[in-house]
């Protein structure tokens, strides 16, 4: 992803990245990127989500990047983890994370004309959630629990053919911003807060000054319009790359100000 992005036209900041947060050699925080001049751009970039899924050769990988104008996207520093809200178009101001997890149903239910027990709830299947989880369904809602995949989820929650009707728990700050631009420019909701799981992360917050009570909105993750493309990894959302012959087929989503397209691209496969 690096020597393509290096080619592409005017100049690219890298606000948020995997680096940082994965110890991974590439596509860091505060990285230049691009052919040099304008126009310039902020990026945010996993250019592979759910990386347990991908070794283990199970569906739900995807490779993802963001685009906004400069200054457009918030950086979050030393922060590796964040408790998100995402909502649909039709409920995107109907709960807050001020609210609590049940309260957040009754009130996105009702936005939907639904009832909660109808409700589809996207958290990650962890350990941190399991109080959550059980918090939810007992209420009568559906739970989805996968492994990773907080991206995922959260197109989940806007795509116009999505299955789900709100994401709640905390997932990666990098994957939170990335999100933030599909819910934005989708018309979607959401809200995030630090949520440090590491004591390295929580002592670098606190020495940063950060404000871990502070409830972000999306126009504070995304202050301008921005431009989503995910690419299929390990199938799932979007189809695995195929190879046929000397050319290569891969599945995309690009999504940008209220419009979405799946793009098929045959490629052919330099030697």
């Known amino acids: 992803m690096r020597a393509t992005l290096a080619t592409a036209p005017g100049t690219g900041t890298v606000v948020t990245g995997e680096g940082a947060k994965d110890g991974a050699p590439m596509l860091a925080d505060g990285e230049l990127t691009g052919a040099?001049?304008?126009?310039?751009?902020?990026?945010a970039v996993?250019?592979?989500?759910?990386?347990?899924?991908?070794?283990?050769?199970?569906?739900?990988?995807?490779?993802?990047?963001?685009?906004?104008?400069r200054g457009a996207l918030w950086s979050p520093g030393p922060s590796f983890y964040m408790d998100k809200l995402v909502l649909p178009p039709a409920a995107r101001q109907a709960a807050s994370l001020t609210d609590?997890?049940?309260?957040?149903?009754v009130r996105v239910a009702a936005g939907l004309g639904k009832a909660v027990s109808e409700l589809r709830v996207v958290v990650l299947g962890k350990?941190?959630?399991r109080e959550l989880v059980a918090s939810l369904r007992a209420t009568g809602a559906i739970v989805a629990t996968p492994p990773a995949g907080d991206v995922a989820g959260a197109l989940a929650v806007v795509l116009p053919d999505g299955e789900a009707d709100m994401l709640l728990g905390v997932g990666g700050t990098p994957e939170g911003v990335l999100a933030g631009c599909a819910v934005r420019a989708l018309g979607?909701?959401?809200?995030g807060r630090l949520a440090p799981q590491r004591d390295d992360e929580r002592r670098a917050l606190e020495a940063s000054d950060a404000d871990l009570d502070a409830v972000l909105t999306l126009d504070d993750l995304v202050r301008a319009e921005a431009t989503f493309v995910a690419t299929g990894v390990t199938g799932g959302l979007l189809a695995a790359p195929e190879q046929h012959g000397g050319w290569l087929v891969t599945e995309s989503l690009v999504i940008a100000a209220g419009t979405v397209q799946r793009?098929?691209?045959?490629?052919?496969?330099e030697e």
């Open 127 to 129: 350990p941190r959630h």
């Open 46 to 69: 996993d250019p592979l989500e759910c990386t347990d899924l991908c070794a283990h050769g199970l569906p739900g990988a995807l490779s993802t990047i963001a685009l906004a104008p």
């Open 100 to 105: 609590s997890p049940e309260e957040r149903l």
């Open 263 to 269: 793009i098929c691209q045959t490629t052919p496969i």
């Open 36 to 43: 040099g001049g304008s126009p310039t751009y902020d990026i």
């Open 188 to 191: 979607g909701g959401m809200e």
